[in-house]
C-alpha cells in the first residue's frame, strides 16, 4: 500500500469506532478538552515509540520518567517516606502485580486466599485466575453498595494475603471504607489494596475543592498498595497505570529476574519484558503539561458537571442515580416501564455512548456513565438526549427476550457451549447471517436483556464463545480490508 492507501484506510476503519475526544463517549476513554496536552501527548508517543524499558540501563529516559510519575502519584496519595512504584500497561497490570506480590511474599501459606467486596473491579477475578489465588467474595451494604468493613474482617483467616476496597468502585462510583477495612487487615497482618485507579488522579483534587470522601490515600494506616491510572483521570493516552507500594519491601515480590538460561539476565519490574516507552513518555508530556493546578480545574469542571447532571436525572421520570457519588462517575437506575438496554440504544441513536450493566444479584441493570472534563459543558445537551430516550424507550415498551430464546439459552452448558452449541443459539436469536456469520443488530437491546436473564457463567460462556467468533482472521479479510 501507498503510503496515502495506509492513512486512508486507517481512517476508514477507525471511522467505525466510539469517538475518544468530544465528550460524548461516556465510558472507555477520558477527554480533558485540552488539545494542547493532547498533542504534546502525541509527540511523545511518536518520540519513544520504539524505546524499550526492558533495560532501564540502555534508555535512562524512561527510567526517569518512570520515576517521575511515581512520585507524582506519591504525592497526591500521601504516600509517606520510603514508598515506592512501578509503571504498569494499565489498572488490570497494577491489579494483577498487588495480588501476585501479596501472594508471593506470603510462601508460608498454602491456599491463599484475599477478601474483596462484591464490588471489586473484575481485574481482582483475573488476578484470582491467573495466580490461583482464591476470592472470597463478600457482599456490600446492599443500600449503599460500599464493602461492609464488619464482614470482610469477619472473612479474613490464617489462609488470607490481601483485602482489597475501591475508592472509588466502578460499578456505582462510591468509595469503599478503606480505614476500617485497613485496620481489620492489619490487625491480621494482611496487606490491604485500595483499587484507586479511576479515581486515585481526580478525588484527590476534588478533596481539595471541598468534596467529604472518607480517607482512602496511605494516609490511612494500613494501606499498604494503591493503584492509579494515568490513562483515566490524568487524561494520557491509554497504556498507562501507576502501582503504588507503601515500602519498597511490599514491592520486591513484584519483581522478577531470569538469569539461568543463555541469554541476557531477564530483570523485569512488571508484567512486559520488552516495554514500549511511548505511552510512559506520553503520560510524563501530558502530567507536566497540565500540571497541578490544571488538574484542579479540571477537577473543578467535571464536579459541577456531575452536580448539574444528577439534578438534572432526578428531575426526570423513570430513572435515577443508584447511589450519590462520591467521584465523577454514576450508575442510572430506571423503573420497569424503561429498559435501561432500550435507553442505552436511544441514546447511542442521539451520539451519546453510556454502558449497559447487567443485572447483579439483587441489583437492576443500570447504565453506567463515567464524566469526563469535556463532557462537562455538554451536560444540558446530554439531559435533553436522555429526555428525549427516556421517553422513547417507555413508548418502546420492555424489551421481552423470545420464551423459546430463554429457553434454548437455558439449556446450554457453560462448561460445554462450542460451536455447535453457539450457533444453535445463534440461529434462534436471529443473529447468525446468510452464511452462518455473527449478524449483530445494530440495537443492541434485545442482545443486552437476553445476557441480563443469563446467569453469570453462562453470559461469560456466550461472550467467549462471542469473542471467538469475532476475533478469526478470517472475518477481518486480507490486509488491505474489503
Ligand atoms: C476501579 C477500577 N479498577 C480497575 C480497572 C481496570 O483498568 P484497565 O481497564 O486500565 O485495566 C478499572 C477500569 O475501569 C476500574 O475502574
Given at each position: 500500500m501507498t503510503p496515502d492507501e495506509v492513512l486512508d484506510r486507517l481512517h476508514e476503519l477507525q471511522s467505525?469506532?466510539?469517538?475518544?475526544?468530544?465528550?460524548?463517549?461516556?465510558?472507555?476513554v477520558y477527554d480533558s478538552g485540552l488539545a494542547e496536552a493532547d498533542e504534546l501527548g502525541r509527540r511523545a508517543l511518536e518520540m519513544f515509540a520504539s524505546s524499550n524499558a526492558l533495560d532501564p540501563t540502555a534508555f535512562p529516559s524512561l527510567l526517569r520518567m518512570e520515576n517521575d510519575l511515581v512520585a507524582a502519584a506519591g504525592r497526591l496519595l500521601d504516600a509517606p517516606d520510603g514508598f515506592t512504584g512501578s509503571v504498569t500497561s494499565g489498572g488490570t497490570e497494577s491489579i494483577l502485580l498487588a495480588v501476585q506480590a501479596a501472594r508471593d511474599s506470603r510462601?508460608?501459606?498454602?491456599r491463599p486466599r484475599m477478601v474483596l467486596p462484591s464490588t471489586a473491579h473484575a481485574a481482582f477475578q483475573k488476578a484470582a485466575h491467573y495466580f490461583r489465588v482464591e476470592p472470597v467474595v463478600v457482599d456490600v451494604d446492599p443500600h449503599t453498595f460500599r464493602a461492609d468493613p464488619a464482614a470482610m474482617a469477619a472473612a479474613?483467616?490464617?489462609?488470607?494475603?490481601l483485602v482489597a476496597v475501591s475508592a472509588p468502585s466502578y460499578a456505582h462510583g462510591v468509595v469503599d471504607p478503606v480505614a476500617e477495612v485497613a485496620a481489620a487487615a492489619a490487625a491480621a497482618g494482611v496487606r490491604c489494596h485500595v483499587d484507586a485507579c479511576i479515581g486515585g488522579w481526580v478525588l484527590p483534587y476534588l478533596q481539595r475543592l471541598g468534596a467529604q470522601v472518607p480517607a482512602w490515600t496511605?494516609?490511612?494506616?494500613?494501606?499498604?498498595s494503591i493503584s492509579v491510572d494515568l490513562h483515566k483521570y490524568a487524561y494520557t493516552p491509554k497504556g498507562v497505570s501507576v502501582l503504588l507500594h507503601r515500602t519498597a519491601d511490599l514491592r520486591r515480590p513484584q519483581f522478577f529476574a531470569w538469569?539461568?538460561?543463555?541469554?541476557y539476565t531477564m530483570l523485569n519490574s512488571t508484567t512486559q519484558s520488552t516495554k514500549s516507552g511511548a505511552p510512559l513518555a506520553a503520560a510524563w508530556a501530558v502530567v507536566n503539561a497540565i500540571g497541578d493546578d490544571g488538574y484542579e480545574r479540571l477537577a473543578s469542571q467535571v464536579a459541577d458537571g456531575l452536580r448539574e447532571l444528577v439534578e438534572g436525572v432526578e428531575a426526570q421520570p423513570h430513572v435515577r442515580v443508584a447511589a450519590a457519588p462520591d467521584s465523577t462517575l454514576l450508575a442510572l437506575v430506571s423503573d420497569e416501564t424503561c429498559d435501561v438496554f432500550t435507553l442505552s440504544d436511544e441514546m447511542l441513536a442521539r451520539g451519546w455512548f453510556v454502558q449497559p450493566q447487567m443485572a447483579f444479584r439483587d441489583m437492576p441493570p443500570t447504565l453506567h456513565l463515567t464524566l469526563s472534563a469535556a463532557t462537562a459543558p455538554l451536560v444540558p445537551e446530554f439531559l435533553v438526549a436522555l429526555e428525549e430516550s427516556v421517553a422513547a424507550a417507555v413508548a418502546a415498551g420492555p424489551v421481552q427476550v423470545a420464551p423459546e430464546l430463554a429457553q434454548a439459552a437455558a439449556m446450554l452448558d457453560p462448561a460445554t457451549l462450542d460451536d455447535a452449541a453457539f450457533d444453535g443459539l445463534l440461529q434462534v436469536a436471529g443473529?447468525?447471517?446468510?452464511?452462518?456469520s455473527l449478524a449483530l443488530p445494530q440495537r443492541m437491546a434485545s442482545v443486552n436483556a437476553l445476557l441480563n436473564i443469563a446467569p453469570p457463567p453462562l453470559r461469560e460462556a456466550l461472550l467467549l464463545a462471542f469473542l471467538d467468533r469475532l476475533s478469526r482472521p478470517t472475518a477481518a479479510g486480507s490486509p488491505a480490508g474489503g
Amino acid at each position: 500500500m501507498t503510503p496515502d492507501e495506509v492513512l486512508d484506510r486507517l481512517h476508514e476503519l477507525q471511522s467505525a469506532d466510539l469517538p475518544t475526544h468530544g465528550g460524548r463517549t461516556l465510558a472507555y476513554v477520558y477527554d480533558s478538552g485540552l488539545a494542547e496536552a493532547d498533542e504534546l501527548g502525541r509527540r511523545a508517543l511518536e518520540m519513544f515509540a520504539s524505546s524499550n524499558a526492558l533495560d532501564p540501563t540502555a534508555f535512562p529516559s524512561l527510567l526517569r520518567m518512570e520515576n517521575d510519575l511515581v512520585a507524582a502519584a506519591g504525592r497526591l496519595l500521601d504516600a509517606p517516606d520510603g514508598f515506592t512504584g512501578s509503571v504498569t500497561s494499565g489498572g488490570t497490570e497494577s491489579i494483577l502485580l498487588a495480588v501476585q506480590a501479596a501472594r508471593d511474599s506470603r510462601g508460608d501459606v498454602e491456599r491463599p486466599r484475599m477478601v474483596l467486596p462484591s464490588t471489586a473491579h473484575a481485574a481482582f477475578q483475573k488476578a484470582a485466575h491467573y495466580f490461583r489465588v482464591e476470592p472470597v467474595v463478600v457482599d456490600v451494604d446492599p443500600h449503599t453498595f460500599r464493602a461492609d468493613p464488619a464482614a470482610m474482617a469477619a472473612a479474613i483467616d490464617a489462609h488470607t494475603v490481601l483485602v482489597a476496597v475501591s475508592a472509588p468502585s466502578y460499578a456505582h462510583g462510591v468509595v469503599d471504607p478503606v480505614a476500617e477495612v485497613a485496620a481489620a487487615a492489619a490487625a491480621a497482618g494482611v496487606r490491604c489494596h485500595v483499587d484507586a485507579c479511576i479515581g486515585g488522579w481526580v478525588l484527590p483534587y476534588l478533596q481539595r475543592l471541598g468534596a467529604q470522601v472518607p480517607a482512602w490515600t496511605f494516609a490511612v494506616d494500613g494501606v499498604t498498595s494503591i493503584s492509579v491510572d494515568l490513562h483515566k483521570y490524568a487524561y494520557t493516552p491509554k497504556g498507562v497505570s501507576v502501582l503504588l507500594h507503601r515500602t519498597a519491601d511490599l514491592r520486591r515480590p513484584q519483581f522478577f529476574a531470569w538469569a539461568d538460561w543463555p541469554g541476557y539476565t531477564m530483570l523485569n519490574s512488571t508484567t512486559q519484558s520488552t516495554k514500549s516507552g511511548a505511552p510512559l513518555a506520553a503520560a510524563w508530556a501530558v502530567v507536566n503539561a497540565i500540571g497541578d493546578d490544571g488538574y484542579e480545574r479540571l477537577a473543578s469542571q467535571v464536579a459541577d458537571g456531575l452536580r448539574e447532571l444528577v439534578e438534572g436525572v432526578e428531575a426526570q421520570p423513570h430513572v435515577r442515580v443508584a447511589a450519590a457519588p462520591d467521584s465523577t462517575l454514576l450508575a442510572l437506575v430506571s423503573d420497569e416501564t424503561c429498559d435501561v438496554f432500550t435507553l442505552s440504544d436511544e441514546m447511542l441513536a442521539r451520539g451519546w455512548f453510556v454502558q449497559p450493566q447487567m443485572a447483579f444479584r439483587d441489583m437492576p441493570p443500570t447504565l453506567h456513565l463515567t464524566l469526563s472534563a469535556a463532557t462537562a459543558p455538554l451536560v444540558p445537551e446530554f439531559l435533553v438526549a436522555l429526555e428525549e430516550s427516556v421517553a422513547a424507550a417507555v413508548a418502546a415498551g420492555p424489551v421481552q427476550v423470545a420464551p423459546e430464546l430463554a429457553q434454548a439459552a437455558a439449556m446450554l452448558d457453560p462448561a460445554t457451549l462450542d460451536d455447535a452449541a453457539f450457533d444453535g443459539l445463534l440461529q434462534v436469536a436471529g443473529l447468525a447471517g446468510d452464511d452462518g456469520s455473527l449478524a449483530l443488530p445494530q440495537r443492541m437491546a434485545s442482545v443486552n436483556a437476553l445476557l441480563n436473564i443469563a446467569p453469570p457463567p453462562l453470559r461469560e460462556a456466550l461472550l467467549l464463545a462471542f469473542l471467538d467468533r469475532l476475533s478469526r482472521p478470517t472475518a477481518a479479510g486480507s490486509p488491505a480490508g474489503g
